[in-house]
């Protein structure tokens, strides 16, 4: 029997969450929740996920604003 995680992060990739980040906060508000530059200066989903893949601690902001989100929808 295979055991059901409650984690909302399980089965969805980076550029899932972050497309979901951008509809919901839009990116100047996902740039006042985390400021980092590729969400300030001419985002974009591909750029934004170079970076996330490259920086773990900002990853780690997104997935936790996205779990936070997840309550607020």
Known sequence: MKRSSNDPLEG??????????VEVFGWKGLAEQI????FTHTPSIK?????????????????????ASLGKR
């Open 35 to 38: 400021p980092v530059r590729c």
């Open 12 to 21: 969805k990739t980076l550029a899932v969450i972050l497309t979901e980040l």
């Open 47 to 67: 750029s934004s996920l170079t970076f996330l893949r490259r920086t773990p601690w900002a990853r780690e902001k997104v997935e936790n604003l996205y779990r």
